[in-house]
Antibody, heavy 127, light 112 residues
Framework: EVQLVESGGGLVQPGGSLRLSCVASGFTFSNYWMSWVRQAPGKGLEWVANIKQDGSEKNYVDSVKGRFTISRDNAKNSLYLQMNSLRAEDTAVYYC????????????????????WGPGTLVTGSS | QSVLTQPPSVSAAPGQKVTISCSGSSSNIGNNYVSWYQQFPGTAPKLLIYENNKRPSGIPDRFSGSKSGTSATLGITGLQTGDEADYYCGTWDRSLSAGPWVFGGGTKLTVL
């Protein structure tokens, strides 16, 4: 059974840092792109970042560029999100998701969807 | 403002059919596959439909998806009270980038 479990959330002051972790099981972690998706209280879903299977490519939503860093450790079946310079608007439940991105010729993305999600971890940025 | 536009809410009676629309543009829906997600309060989203109209194992055929031009539609037939949830469409933006993924703002389904 595919499982993703996030941890590391909590209350942090604006300007502070937090590191989220996601441990995967039930599938060969190193074969898949992985993403972080967040959801502010009472709001919709927002994709945050993703990382290629070998960690050689990382992408971010504009609002977190330069502040958040996604990484992975395939030996530990783990995905991470280092969050620095946190803002109140970063308050959200953060989900780890398996990203079924497939590229074809010339790097064009042929298909993509998210087929497994963790239960999420809550990050609250408040003074 | 979400890049993909969904109605905030839809409603229908048990046993009836409902459709949820998702409108985008040529840079996203118009040239890429759409997926749909179901989310119950306090829980993680769950994949319902991928590649416009494919259902993962375990998703009943009451759920269907379609796409035409720059819009996509989720259909649910034989509505059940257990279908009350939020539904999100999503796709990637710009084919040459593995980054930007966009979700619709979500639609709350009420089964009257």
């Amino acid at each position: 059974e595919v499982q993703l479990v996030e941890s590391g959330g909590g209350l942090v002051q604006p300007g502070g840092s937090l590191r989220l972790s996601c441990v995967a099981s039930g599938f060969t972690f190193s074969n898949y792109w992985m993403s972080w998706v967040r959801q502010a209280p009472g709001k919709g879903l927002e994709w945050v970042a993703n990382i290629k299977q070998d960690g050689s490519e990382k992408n971010y939503v504009d609002s977190v560029k330069g502040r958040f860093t996604i990484s992975r450790d395939n030996a530990k079946n783990s995905l991470y999100l280092q969050m620095n310079s946190l803002r109140a608007e970063d308050t959200a439940v953060y989900y780890c998701a398996r990203d079924r991105l497939v590229r074809g010729l010339f790097g064009v993305v042929n298909t993509r969807w998210f087929d497994a999600w963790g239960p999420g971890t809550l990050v609250t940025g408040s003074s | 403002q979400s890049v993909l536009t969904q109605p905030p809410s839809v409603s229908a009676a048990p046993g009836q059919k409902v459709t949820i629309s998702c409108s985008g543009s040529s840079s996203n829906i118009g040239n890429n596959y759409v997926s749909w997600y179901q989310q119950f309060p306090g829980t993680a989203p769950k994949l319902l439909i991928y590649e416009n109209n494919k259902r993962p194992s375990g998703i009943p055929d009451r759920f269907s998806g379609s796409k035409s031009g720059t819009s996509a539609t989720l259909g649910i037939t034989g509505l059940q009270t257990g279908d009350e949830a939020d539904y999100y469409c999503g796709t990637w933006d710009r084919s040459l980038s593995a980054g930007p993924w966009v979700f619709g703002g979500g639609t709350k389904l009420t089964v009257l």
